[in-house]
């Protein structure tokens, strides 16, 4: 009797173990979607970068991005060499990155379908400026299939990123950037 | 004699707006049509970044490169961009190649495991040591196309 208690507890823990496993582990994907957006009366700006490295720890709630600036597309070639070239130097300073925390990752449950909501938080690096950021990130779990969507702004000046006064009334001085990418379990 | 100065001035203001609107308009560069600046391994390009980033940023970006490697994986889980994975270093080091959406079909009808010809426009080496989690890293190609 004594013995069988033993043996179900064990294959319990067992169970309870790989569950947790599962439940844990990173998320990655390396065709994760930022866009970014600027809008003023003169000119809306908008360009799209497909291949984002991103990836986070399921048990922990790190989470890190890295995007190459190159990488992003304009609809018109000349506003893509000028962002490259004149803006953020992208030959010298070549990706962008985040590393920080989905702060209540206890609640977005990677193994269980539904939407979660979540603080993000951590710390944005463009040209070589890193800067504190946060939002709020919502994670679609589908098919083990995690969704994440987060949309903040920032102002180029505080990244060095300096604007001639000739073009200054066609870039917003708040940058709406949005990310959106779907990760999978990294085995 | 006024005359022809106010002609001059006013075929010159005619030219630089033509000339500019001609520069706001003009297209991205042709990877198709355009003869690759370069043609290498995917070995070689993944150690030239890895080796010398900085370097190596100045010599293959923003050019038309042409490469030949082993199809590792094709990455289709992003319909905006199919992408491929060569192997660069045999190891944690790749190029990954994106296409164009129109190139699905040809991109989904690789076969892995073999030796393909891509040339596509070089745009840097993604990944970083910093972040444990994106330590992998990926010489990164856009808008490529496939080379029979």
């Known amino acids: 009797m004594k013995k069988t208690t033993i043996l179900t507890f064990a294959i319990l823990g067992l169970m309870l173990g790989a569950f947790k496993n599962h439940s844990g582990g990173i998320y990655k994907t390396n065709t994760g979607n930022i866009n970014f957006f600027s809008h003023t009366s003169i000119e809306d700006i908008t360009a799209d970068n497909h291949k984002v490295k991103t990836a986070f720890d399921a048990s922990s709630g790190k989470i890190q991005f890295s995007a190459l600036i190159k990488d992003f597309e304009f609809p018109k070639a000349l506003m893509q060499e000028h962002f490259n070239e004149n803006y953020m130097e992208s030959t010298k300073f070549s990706k962008s990155t985040f590393s920080g925390i989905i702060e ?8 269980v ?3 979660y909501t979540s603080k993000v938080s951590g710390k944005l690096t463009i040209k070589d400026v890193t800067k504190e950021v946060s939002t709020m990130g919502t994670f679609t779990v589908k098919s083990s299939v995690v969704n994440t969507k987060a949309t903040f702004t920032i102002n180029p000046e505080n990244y060095n990123i300096e604007i001639p006064k000739t073009v200054s009334g066609k870039i917003s001085r708040e940058i709406k950037i949005t990310v959106d990418a779907d990760y999978h379990h990294d085995h | 004699m006024k005359k022809p100065i106010v002609l001059i001035v006013l075929l010159f203001i005619i030219g630089t707006a033509l000339y500019a609107y001609k520069m706001y308009n003009k297209p991205h560069t042709d990877v198709l049509n355009t003869v690759a600046a370069e043609t290498v391994s995917a070995s070689a390009i993944f150690a030239a970044f890895d080796n010398e980033e900085a370097a190596a940023m100045i010599k293959y970006t923003d050019k038309v490169i042409a490469v030949e490697g082993l199809l590792l994986s094709k990455d289709l889980s992003n319909e905006l961009e199919p992408q491929i994975v060569l192997e660069g270093n045999g190891n944690d080091g790749f ?3 994106g296409f164009k959406p129109e190139m699905l079909s040809k991109v989904s009808a ?14 840097g080496l993604n990944g970083s040591e910093e972040l444990d989690l994106l330590a992998d890293k990926d010489v990164v190609l856009s808008n490529c196309t496939l080379i029979d």
């Open chain 2, 95 to 97: 190029i990954r190649c």
């Open chain 2, 110 to 123: 690789l076969k892995d495991s073999t030796i393909i010809n891509i040339k596509g426009m070089c745009v």
């Open chain 1, 113 to 115: 379908d539904g939407v």
């Open chain 1, 104 to 111: 209540n990752i206890a609640a977005v449950k990677t193994t």
